[in-house]
């Protein structure tokens, strides 16, 4: 259990169709992540959070949009995506971002998403 | 960009020793990380380094050389639930985290 949780799990959609991801942490951290995970690939840093303000947007298309109403809450929302958006996005938080010392990122499950 | 290598896949006999190496360009330098992601889970966090030197911590130890650019992660003993991908991440000058593609080692009994 690592404190930080995301719905769904798994989420198969169209590329017409709308839908969100959800991430929530119950560790009492400032600082959320969105991570994209394609497989043989890095992970790869699409937007960060700070305090509820974003404080990075890696160039991620617009197709993908953020929402983070409190510290504790993050959403992706999703709209008309292409089958190379198919990837395991992983949510993640730590205290703060630019804290340093051995300050680490707490990674939920992720979703394992299927664009058809 | 960030580049960070390491090899794909490893595998060692239950028991051994593995050694996964880490190979790093990065705009600046704070700290590196090394994380163990089980298939379907999320990464968790094993190790941090940001000065140079060997951190134990268990069967597992990490060591860094920050002139080479240059990590790795020592399991010992080798245990079949070892079997996982190992990430390697460093923290950058503006404390973004950038990671290397994994490297899956697969413990046989």
């Known amino acids: 259990e690592t404190g930080v949780t995301q719905t769904p799990r798994h989420l198969v959609m169209g590329m017409t169709n709308k839908k969100s991801l959800k991430c929530e942490q119950h560790?009492?951290?400032?600082?959320m992540y969105w991570y994209k995970q394609s497989a043989k690939k890095p992970l790869e840093l699409m937007f960060v959070y700070n305090f509820k303000e974003q404080t990075e947007n890696n160039s991620v298309p617009s197709r993908f949009s953020p929402e983070c109403p409190n510290s504790s809450h993050l959403f992706l929302h999703l709209h008309t995506l292409q089958p190379e958006d198919s990837a395991l996005y992983l949510c993640?938080?730590?205290?703060?971002?630019?804290?340093?010392?051995?300050?680490?990122?707490?990674f939920g499950p992720g979703t394992r998403l299927l664009v058809l | 960009g960030q580049n960070i290598d390491q090899p794909t896949e490893m595998t060692a006999t239950e028991g051994a020793i593995v050694q996964i190496n880490c190979t790093y360009q990065?705009?600046?330098?704070?700290?590196l990380f090394w994380y163990q992601q089980h298939a379907g889970e999320a990464p968790t966090f094993l190790s941090y380094?940001?000065?140079?030197g060997l951190e134990e911590k268990g069967r597992f130890s990490s060591f860094l050389s920050r002139s080479k650019g240059y990590s790795y992660l020592l399991l010992k003993e080798l245990q079949m639930k070892d079997s996982a991908s190992y990430l390697c991440?460093?923290?950058?000058?503006?404390?973004?985290?950038?990671f290397g593609a994994g490297t899956t080692v697969t413990v046989r009994a």
């Open positions: 560790l009492g951290h400032n600082a």
């Open positions: 991440a460093v923290r950058d000058r503006d404390y973004k985290l950038s």
């Open positions: 380094n940001v000065l140079d």
């Open positions: 990065t705009s600046g330098f704070n700290g």
């Open positions: 993640a938080s730590s205290q703060d971002w630019a804290s340093g010392g051995a300050e680490t990122q707490y």
